[in-house]
């Protein structure tokens, strides 16, 4: 519609000439600015709306009838066609599994990160041993904890394991007495390593 075409307080119905105003401000009999741009009536198009009283803003599509509303916040909004639904994400989560051997040599892996935990045991056979890892680390071992097994303590001995020559793919493992004594009441030695 065009200013000819237009009252001191009404515009005339059905006006298709040409309007052309700085700012275009529309107020409800309540007071609210509202504010609109094609898409009315039912007709494809978009709708864009803000409501002083409420500071509601949105964005309607009334062919495709899909409304995104603009929280009340602050800095800045960045809206994004493509985002996941809830549903969606929970499904990457849930899909996301850490791998597993659970044997008593075993390991768990994280998928995201590619940090192995592995652990085993071995029985006493000595004082040296070679122990492979159940699956080898691709890149680096951060950590390797041992502890012994026994099935009596009253001896007062007390042994420990010590970990030499570390590889992607194992260690050797030597066990010592620190307070020296017999080995007799061991039954054998765990460990543990951590690593990618």
């Known amino acids: 519609m065009s200013q000819k075409a237009c009252t001191d307080s009404f515009a005339k119905k059905d006006s298709k000439e040409p309007l052309k105003v700085e700012r275009l401000n529309v107020e409800s009999s309540t007071g609210d600015t509202i504010f609109n741009l ?7 198009g978009a709708e864009f709306a803000y409501v002083r ?38 499904a990457k989560i849930n899909s996301a599994k850490w791998m597993t051997n ?7 892996k994280d998928p995201n990160t590619g940090l192995i935990i592995q652990w085993g045991y071995r029985s006493k056979e000595g004082n040296s041993y070679t122990i492979n890892f159940p ?8 950590s390797i904890t041992t502890s012994s097994k026994a099935h009596r303590t009253d001896s007062g001995v007390m042994f420990i394991g010590i970990a030499y020559d570390v590889t ?26 951590i690593g990618v």
Do not use: C
Request: proline letters at 1%; aromatic letters at 16%; a positive charge.
């Open 38 to 44: 094609g898409g009315t009536n039912g007709f494809s």
């Open 53 to 90: 009283n409420s500071k509601r803003t949105q964005v309607h599509d009334t062919g495709t009838k899909t409304t995104v509303l603009f929280p009340q916040k602050n800095g800045t909004l960045a809206i994004q066609e493509d985002n996941y639904t809830k549903t969606e994400v929970d």
């Open 102 to 108: 659970k044997s008593a040599n075993g390991w768990l």
């Open 135 to 142: 699956t080898a680390f691709s890149s680096s071992v951060y």
């Open 168 to 193: 992607k793919r194992g260690f050797n493992y030597y066990v010592r007495s620190i307070s020296g004594g017999s080995d007799m009441f061991m039954d054998g030695y765990y460990w543990m390593a």
